[in-house]
Structures are given as structure tokens and as C-alpha cells.
Nanobody, 121 residues
Framework: QVQLVESGGGLVQPGGSLRLSCAAS????????MGWYRQVPGKQREFVAA???????NYAGSVKGRFTISRDNAKNTAYLQMNSLKPEDTAVYYC???????????????WGQGTQVTVSS
């Protein structure tokens, strides 16, 4: 069993910053890619950013230059530093991780429960 726990969401004014964390725990052999998605009511969940174990990153065009994804492999934790936040960044943010639970298993994708980010004055 693998759990992902997110933290760091909240209310921030436009132009402000927030840092989200996502910690993976449980039966873990290795963690491959980790990433962040977001969703607003009535819309599909959309990709925000992803990071490979070696540190290579990928971003959605709407957040490139404002958001930075990073990870601490020793802690199985990913972070999302969000700067210059805009009202349109308001959403529930979900983290995911591709986790192998043993040396003989394939990686399965796990999701966190989501954390609300609200950008408003």
C-alpha cells in the first residue's frame, strides 16, 4: 500500500507564492516520475508539471517560468514552488507518483487526495 500526502495549499493574493509538498509512504521499492495536476469544477484534470528521478522536468505552458517542480529522492517527496500566482491558477492540485513496490513489480501510478489553492484578492 502506497499513500501520497499533499500539503501547502491555501489562499494567496495574486502575485503571491505558495509551495506544495507531496510525500509518498508505504511499501516502496522505488519511485519513478512524480508530478502535479490540477482540476477546477466542471473541467478535466490538467497536467501542471512532472519530474523524473534524475531531475529532468516538464511543464505545462501556462505555468512555465512561474512554477518549479523539484524532489528529494531520499524522502520520496516532490515539491511545487508556485510564484507569480494568478486567479486562473485556482484549483485543487493533485500529486502523483509512479511507484514500484518490489524489484519484480511494474510501476503503478498513485494519487494524492488533493489540496486547494485559491488565488484571490
Amino acid at each position: 500500500q502506497v499513500q501520497l500526502v499533499e500539503s501547502g495549499g491555501g489562499l494567496v493574493q495574486p502575485g503571491g507564492s505558495l509551495r506544495l509538498s507531496c510525500a509518498a509512504s508505504g511499501t516502496i521499492f522505488s519511485v519513478n516520475a512524480m508530478g502535479w495536476y490540477r482540476q477546477v469544477p466542471g473541467k478535466q484534470r490538467e497536467f501542471v508539471a512532472a519530474i523524473a528521478p534524475g531531475g529532468s522536468t516538464n511543464y505545462a505552458g501556462s505555468v512555465k517560468g512561474r512554477f518549479t517542480i523539484s524532489r528529494d529522492n531520499a524522502k520520496n517527496t516532490a515539491y511545487l514552488q508556485m510564484n507569480s500566482l494568478k486567479p486562473e491558477d485556482t484549483a485543487v492540485y493533485y500529486c502523483n507518483a509512479d511507484v514500484r513496490i518490489s524489484s519484480s513489480s511494474y510501476a503503478d501510478r498513485y494519487w494524492g487526495q488533493g489540496t486547494q489553492v485559491t488565488v484571490s484578492s
